[in-house]
């Protein structure tokens, strides 16, 4: 009985730790990172705490009893790339993890970014900066994890990749795009391993894809020669055979 309980305790405890953690890319902490900004002629390094953010990305499904899963960490090893070269200009990625959690179709956990009107873009106020984006974003590069102490850069991008691509297009579709400028913020929208796109908003991106190599190669594309104003453009393919979950279960 006892030797049960203990086992319990310990496997609860194990799920609420060994899950993916926010992050904020460069991360001074990673002597790695500190090398490579080094290398490429980042000279201000002891100010990285006062860089605004640039960019917001949103990760897809991801079991919490796993510390990030085969997907997230590959694409997070292509946005700390990204983050080096956002360094030239003084600027940061946001990596917040949603605290919501779900069970998916396989009867796993998962943290999720819930759709529709749930978890709102902007923070009504400090008090609720955790039930909003960019409060997770401001608290996921924050010194001291208040977020207070950050600012978000104008304009700025929104990436996510699988169930956070759903979220950023439910984001995107209900803010209004005069000239593709989404909200007064964004200028770009990035939506790989989603739907397709129901705006024509030239700040979008969609893509859909469902791999951390297509989230890669198309998050190179659509940063590159990147056009505010212009049609949506997205692309005609189905996701990938083999994956462990597609798009038409991972909306909500």
């Known amino acids: 009985m006892a030797r049960g309980l203990f086992l319990f305790i310990f496997l609860v ?26 290398a490429a002629g980042v000279s201000d390094l002891h100010s990285i705490h006062e860089w605004p953010v640039s960019a917001i990305y949103l990760h897809g499904w991801d079991d919490i009893t796993q510390n990030g899963s085969t ?26 993890v949603s605290g919501m959690t779900r069970r998916d179709p396989n009867g796993r956990t998962v943290l999720h970014w819930p759709s529709k ?3 709102p873009l902007e923070e009504a106020s ?13 608290m996921a590069c924050s010194s001291d994890g208040s977020g207070d102490d950050v600012e978000l850069a104008h ?21 209004p795009c005069p000239g ?9 929208v990035i939506a790989i391993g989603a739907r397709q796109a129901r705006s024509s908003c030239g700040a979008l991106r969609v893509n859909t894809g469902h791999s951390p190599a297509n989230f890669s ?24 055979r083999g ?8 909306e909500d």
């Not at 090893?77 to 946001?94: F, N, S, T």
């Not at 998050?219 to 049609?231: C, I, N, P, R, S």
């Not at 994956?243 to 991972?250: D, F, K, V």
Request: one cysteine or more; charged letters at 25%.
């Open 243 to 250: 994956q462990p979950y597609t798009p038409g279960n991972i």
């Open 126 to 138: 400090a008090s609720s900066r955790e039930q909003s984006v960019e409060g997770l974003a401001r």
């Open 13 to 38: 405890s194990l799920e609420s730790v060994a899950r993916l953690e926010s992050a904020c890319f460069p991360d001074p902490n990673d002597p790695e990172t500190m090398a490579d900004l080094q």
């Open 71 to 96: 997907d997230e960490l590959a694409n997070r090893e292509r946005l700390r790339e990204l983050a080096i070269e956002l360094a030239r200009r003084g600027e940061r990625i946001a990596l917040p």
């Open 180 to 188: 593709g400028y989404l909200n007064g913020h964004y200028t770009r």
């Open 155 to 175: 304009p700025r991008t929104l990436m996510g990749y699988s169930n956070g691509a759903y979220k950023a297009l439910y984001l995107a579709e209900g803010m």
């Open 217 to 240: 190669s198309r998050l190179d594309g659509y940063l590159q020669g990147w056009e505010v104003t212009g049609a949506v453009q997205t692309s005609p393919w189905p996701a990938p």
């Open 117 to 119: 009107s749930v978890m």
